[in-house]
């Protein structure tokens, strides 16, 4: 089988390993960083975990923090203004999957014309090359953005999420850290928690996995499947903690390669209607979503089944399938993910706006890589079903 693997040259892992950027930077001859984050970041002190060592080494830097949860494209534009202003050599994306996909986006911008919009970026065309080096420090478990190449951003003038795509989004670096996470809150815990299992379970079960993707998906899987739910109801629980941090890392490490599938081409309307988080509507959307495409792929999600452990290793495929989707039903229950009607979605906007979202999410081009390749009727049904 002839693949292509991409994935960032160094990624630094381990508790604390935030405090080692400085060195990371003069490892890689780099000295001018802006820094991409959200407010929560900078309101509650957490961006100081990596100033700190910036300011103690001697290194300069500035912040732009006027980030949103899910990401803009005028907010691309104010952090591209910032970075043309002055001469920065690298960017720094810290944060949930919102500041690093940020922190992506103007990088891809940068490199642009003057005057280009992100609209121009967006699937198919490949967004190959930007203008600096970038690197990713998550401080949530769940979109495994530091290790992918892809970002996603909200286009509010067509209530579009644009899918950009290409190895212009590749971090040259990323930073690990566990630690980071430890003060998230139990919402936030299982979305992105859930976000990370949907990312391996679709790398896994993509019509583009391969046999790396399937290492790191396998892995990945195995890791949260036995932590997700410490997290959340032990959220000081430090071994459960750095377990779903590499898992999340190893899942992004799996779509990037494999693609993700009909979960998240469905999840991004949501989310650009709706203003749902991503992986809250990925976590809506898991259940049902894995019950239509179960026997197109039935081997498959049995494997995922048993490398999660909602079954044993001698339950036969259909009983291991069935048992995948009892246990994605269970954590959504023991986790508290809320249908759309109950996160507040009015039925009749919703049922109003299903066609369109329905012609976005096939639009996107990941349905295309589910076991069971969906037709816009297809997913409507499923978006009744789930609201």
Same mark, same amino acid.
């Given at each position: 089988?002839?693949?292509? /693997?991409?994935?960032?040259?160094?990624?630094? &892992?381990? @508790?604390?390993?935030?405090?080692?950027?400085?060195?990371?930077?003069?490892?890689?001859?780099?000295?001018?960083?802006? =820094?991409?984050?959200?407010?929560?970041?900078?309101?509650?002190?957490?961006?100081?975990?990596?100033?700190?060592?910036?300011?103690?080494?001697?290194?300069?830097?500035?912040?732009?923090?006027?980030?949103?949860?899910?990401? =803009?494209?005028?907010? /691309?534009?104010?952090?591209?203004?910032?970075?043309?202003?002055?001469?920065?050599?690298?960017? =720094?994306?810290?944060?949930?999957?919102?500041?690093?996909?940020?922190?992506?986006?103007?990088?891809?911008?940068?490199?642009?014309?003057? @005057?280009?919009?992100? !609209?121009?970026?967006?699937?198919?065309?490949?967004?190959?090359?930007?203008?600096?080096?970038? &690197?990713?420090?998550?401080?949530?478990?769940?979109?495994?953005?530091?290790?992918?190449?892809?970002?996603?951003?909200?286009?509010?003038?067509?209530?579009?999420?644009?899918?950009?795509?290409?190895?212009?989004?590749?971090?040259?670096?990323?930073?690990?850290?566990?630690?980071?996470?430890?003060?998230?809150?139990? !919402?936030?815990?299982?979305?992105?928690?859930?976000?990370?299992?949907?990312?391996?379970?679709?790398?896994?079960?993509?019509?583009?996995?391969?046999?790396?993707?399937?290492?790191?998906?396998?892995?990945?899987?195995?890791?949260?499947?036995?932590?997700?739910?410490?997290?959340?109801?032990?959220?000081?629980?430090?071994?459960?903690?750095?377990?779903?941090? #590499? @898992?999340?890392?190893?899942?992004?490490?799996?779509?990037?390669?494999?693609?993700?599938?009909?979960?998240?081409?469905?999840?991004?309307?949501?989310?650009?209607?709706?203003?749902?988080?991503?992986?809250?509507?990925?976590?809506? #959307?898991?259940?049902?979503?894995?019950?239509?495409?179960?026997?197109?792929?039935?081997? !498959?999600?049995?494997?995922?089944? !048993?490398?999660?452990?909602?079954?044993?290793?001698?339950?036969?495929?259909?009983?291991?399938?069935?048992?995948?989707?009892?246990?994605?039903?269970?954590?959504?229950?023991?986790?508290?993910?809320?249908?759309?009607?109950?996160?507040? &979605?009015?039925?009749?906007?919703?049922?109003?706006?299903?066609?369109?979202?329905?012609?976005?999410?096939?639009?996107?081009?990941?349905?295309?890589?589910?076991?069971?390749?969906?037709?816009?009727?297809? =997913?409507?049904?499923?978006?009744?079903? /789930?609201?």
């Amino acid at each position: 089988m002839d693949m292509s /693997i991409a994935a960032p040259r160094i990624m630094d &892992i381990g @508790g604390g390993a935030v405090a080692r950027i400085a060195a990371l930077l003069d490892r890689l001859g780099l000295a001018k960083p802006l =820094i991409v984050t959200d407010p929560m970041m900078v309101r509650l002190g957490l961006i100081e975990r990596l100033t700190k060592p910036l300011d103690e080494a001697g290194i300069g830097y500035r912040v732009f923090s006027d980030t949103v949860p899910e990401p =803009i494209d005028t907010v /691309i534009d104010a952090g591209v203004a910032v970075a043309r202003a002055q001469p920065f050599d690298c960017i =720094i994306g810290f944060g949930g999957g919102s500041p690093i996909d940020t922190a992506k986006a103007i990088n891809i911008l940068l490199h642009a014309e003057p @005057g280009a919009k992100m !609209r121009a970026f967006k699937v198919p065309v490949a967004a190959d090359h930007a203008a600096l080096p970038l &690197i990713a420090v998550p401080t949530t478990a769940g979109t495994g953005s530091e290790a992918t190449r892809f970002t996603v951003i909200t286009d509010p003038e067509h209530d579009e999420k644009m899918l950009i795509a290409g190895f212009g989004a590749l971090p040259l670096a990323a930073i690990v850290d566990y630690q980071l996470t430890l003060s998230v809150p139990p !919402r936030t815990t299982a979305d992105t928690g859930i976000d990370a299992f949907t990312h391996a379970l679709e790398a896994f079960v993509s019509r583009r996995a391969n046999s790396v993707s399937d290492a790191y998906a396998r892995a990945a899987m195995r890791l949260i499947g036995a932590n997700l739910r410490s997290v959340f109801h032990e959220p000081d629980n430090h071994p459960a903690r750095e377990a779903m941090m #590499l @898992g999340a890392t190893l899942a992004g490490l799996a779509f990037s390669n494999a693609s993700v599938a009909l979960v998240h081409g469905m999840s991004r309307p949501i989310g650009a209607h709706f203003h749902v988080p991503h992986g809250l509507s990925n976590a809506m #959307l898991l259940p049902a979503v894995t019950r239509y495409s179960l026997n197109a792929a039935l081997p !498959r999600y049995a494997e995922a089944s !048993r490398l999660a452990g909602f079954a044993r290793d001698e339950d036969a495929n259909q009983v291991a399938g069935a048992e995948l989707i009892a246990a994605l039903e269970a954590i959504n229950r023991d986790l508290a993910v809320p249908t759309p009607e109950q996160f507040g &979605i009015d039925r009749a906007l919703w049922d109003a706006r299903r066609k369109a979202m329905a012609e976005q999410a096939l639009a996107s081009g990941s349905p295309a890589n589910n076991p069971a390749v969906p037709d816009a009727n297809a =997913i409507i049904a499923l978006y009744d079903r /789930i609201f």
